[in-house]
């Protein structure tokens, strides 16, 4: 045990508790009858594929159901409180006070006008739990805690001003702020680099234990949960499928179906021999107003290949990204495509240049317009590149859905109305509506369960193999890397650090800092979170 979770306080009992959500006008039975306790300083985890009832599960336990989803049944006992009896009203003295909860996507989460140790603090000071000033004061000890830069001044910047992994400790200083008895995380590390991952990890793990503060976990990570639960419960369908301790489920899950969550992805695509280049930037460079954050930067894409850009949050992976679609052009260098120079801002370039190269984003949810109909959302390209009316071009929105292994029936729905596996594809099926010749995928699975992940990575192959298209692929996860790419680059504070064949990359020996993303992908072993903790710390200093 990792936790002082070794007593008999249960803080929360959550008994048989069932819960609908309303669609295709009609109720649907989300989470059925399952049973959950947790003792003070405890940390359970929850996993599952997409589907499965975690987040429900996890919100409900702070006796919180979203928009569309009722409570029909059960109990959800807090300190002796049934929340599930009580009012909206007094369950608010309750949220961000006593229990709080952690957003998978930070970015999604705050406010942009507001600073973030004003949005760290609001409901402590609200909750009169703290002055203004005390409430600013442990703030700054708590991102010192949080191992975030420069804590005494961190908090004065907005979140648009600090990388995806700090804005994720922030928030888990956002939710410890009020020293709650109950956190709930839902999956706050999935979007994160493997390096960020582990500081993110090794601050959370630490905090909670500090504060002896109970937390639910919720993830589809399964090496992830491994470091951070004292208990891992299982769920599959909105039923609990089996439940033990941490150490005991890793060595010996007793369901069929925990087995399988634990052998997922084990994809790994033939390496392609390598073919001329269709995307060439040399000697790059690139700068937010006047700092500079690529340098030098020389990438060959082959073309039909898959070249992935792997490294930790900040290490230009995203601009170059941005430099390649023209978003941000390059105040040094050329990049070509297909032999002939692509002007560096995007407004210059012809739209049959824009159509032939493509973007998928990593937040689906964010990359739709909530208010447009899945026939619109694919529909939209069709008609601005290929001018597509019509019938026709409802047409080819359907052909485009059975690209992505869905159909017809999904034409009117909204993006709230799809799973985010579901939201991944349509945002592939947008991009394919440009007929691309390349296509940038910009951490496509990060937010994605393991099963799920598996389903888009064989789709994206496939459509590779079918339409030879030439994918950038820009991840964190080494085992997608493995499953998807033919090449290599290895970024670092803007730079490239390493780049080849997938084989000769991951072929020791390697340079220092391919070495430390490596060695920060997340083992089945409790441990291991510790000893990594222990080498990194090393590496940095």
């Known amino acids: 045990m990792k936790f002082n979770s070794q007593n008999d306080d249960v803080l929360l009992d959550v008994k048989d508790i069932k819960i609908q959500g309303f669609s295709d006008e009609k109720w649907h ?21 997409s589907g499965a009832g975690k987040s429900t599960l996890g919100l409900a336990a702070m006796g919180y159901t979203q928009p569309g989803c009722r409570i029909i049944g059960g109990e959800v006992n807090f300190d002796g409180t049934d929340l599930a009896q009580l009012s909206d009203v007094e369950k608010r003295s309750y949220w961000g006070n006593r229990m709080t909860y952690v957003a998978q996507s930070a970015a999604a989460s705050f406010n942009p006008a507001h600073r973030l140790i004003e949005q760290t603090t609001a409901s402590t000071i609200r909750a009169g739990i703290k ?237 739709m317009n909530p208010r447009q109909t899945v026939k619109e959302i694919i529909g939209r390209p069709l008609e601005f590149y290929l001018n ?3 019938q026709r071009k409802t047409d080819r929105v359907i052909e485009l859905l059975e690209m992505i292994e869905l159909d017809e029936k999904f034409l009117e729905r909204l993006p709230e109305e799809l799973s985010g596996g579901q939201k991944q594809r349509i945002c592939i099926a947008r991009a394919l509506a440009a007929e691309p010749d390349f296509i940038i995928c910009d951490e496509v699975t990060s937010a994605l369960d393991q099963i799920v992940q598996e389903g888009i990575l064989k789709l994206l192959l496939r459509l590779q193999e079918n339409l030879g298209l030439t994918y950038l692929f820009i991840t964190h996860d080494i085992s997608t890397v493995q499953a998807i790419a033919d090449q290599v680059v290895v970024m670092n504070e803007g730079k490239v650090v390493e780049q080849g064949l997938k084989d000769d990359v991951f072929q020791a020996p390697h340079p220092a800092y391919t070495e430390l993303l490596l060695s920060s992908v997340p083992e089945m072993d409790p441990d291991w979170l510790s000893k990594l903790t222990q080498k990194r710390s090393i590496f940095r200093s």
């Open 388 to 390: 597509m009316r019509g």
């Open 131 to 367: 002055t203004k000033s005390e409430a600013y004061s442990d703030a700054q000890s708590l991102y010192d805690a949080l191992n975030l830069p420069d804590p005494n001044n961190i908090g004065i910047r907005y979140p648009h001003q600090v990388s995806g992994g700090q804005l994720q400790r922030v928030m888990t200083a956002m939710a410890m702020s009020p020293r709650p008895d109950l956190i709930v995380f839902d999956e706050p590390t999935t979007a994160l680099d493997v390096t960020t991952q582990v500081e993110v990890l090794s601050s959370m793990r630490a905090i909670v234990e500090e504060f002896n503060t109970a937390a639910i976990y919720i993830t589809h990570d399964l090496a992830v949960v491994a470091q951070m639960a004292d208990v891992i419960k299982v769920l599959r369908f909105g039923e609990e499928v089996e439940e033990a301790a941490t150490r005991q489920m890793l060595s010996h899950p007793k369901e069929a179906y925990t087995k399988s969550l634990w052998s997922v992805r084990t994809l790994e695509k033939p390496v392609r021999a390598p073919a001329n280049s269709v995307l060439s930037l040399t000697g790059i460079d690139a700068a937010y107003g006047r700092t500079k954050v690529l340098h030098q930067v020389n990438i060959e894409v082959p073309k039909g290949s898959t070249v992935a850009v792997v490294g930790e949050s900040g290490s230009g992976k995203s601009t170059t990204a941005r430099v390649i679609t023209g978003l941000l052009p390059q105040s040094a260098g050329s990049l070509k495509f297909e032999g002939k120079n692509l002007p560096p801002r995007l407004a210059d370039r012809s739209k049959d240049q824009k159509r032939r190269i493509q973007m998928i984003y990593q937040m689906a949810d964010t990359a």
């Open 29 to 49: 039975d989300i989470v059925k009858g399952v049973n959950l306790t947790l003792r003070r300083g405890e940390v359970m985890g929850l996993i599952g594929e």
